[in-house]
Nanobody
Framework: QVQLVESGGGSVQAGGSLKLSCAAS?????????RGWYRQAPGKERELVSF???????NYVDSVKGRFTISQDNAKNILYLQMNSLKTEDTAVYYC????????????????????????WGQGTQVTVSS
């Protein structure tokens, strides 16, 4: 059974940094398709922050470009989100998400390429940025 578990959230002052981690288990293919990070602030809709396409291309919402960096440790099956120069408007619950349409012990399949339509979600980690 595939599981995504986030960590690294917390409280920080504006201008500070945090690094979120998302550890995957259950399939070695979980981070082979589109995978990334969403966030949801109180009273707002969930927003896609950043994702890695299946071809390795990184994508960011305009509001975090130049401040956030998404990366991956293939050996450890961990997805990261390095967040620098944090702003109060970055306060939200951050969710790790991944697409993996199907998988077996030896093969896997992805959903539509070039866009993140999650099959799996983490439980979320709170990020609070104070002024």
């Amino acid at each position: 059974q595939v599981q995504l578990v986030e960590s690294g959230g917390g409280s920080v002052q504006a201008g500070g940094s945090l690094k979120l981690s998302c550890a995957a288990s259950g399939s070695r293919y979980i981070f082979k398709c589109e995978r990334g990070w969403y966030r949801q602030a109180p009273g707002k809709e969930r927003e896609l922050v950043s994702f890695i396409s299946s071809d390795g291309t990184t994508n960011y919402v305009d509001s975090v470009k130049g401040r956030f960096t998404i990366s991956q440790d293939n050996a450890k099956n961990i997805l990261y989100l390095q967040m620098n120069s944090l702003k109060t408007e970055d306060t939200a619950v951050y969710y790790c998400a991944a697409d993996l349409a199907w998988y077996s012990n030896t093969d896997y399949g992805c959903g539509p390429r070039g866009q993140l339509r999650p099959t799996y979600w983490g439980q979320g980690t709170q990020v609070t940025v104070s002024s």
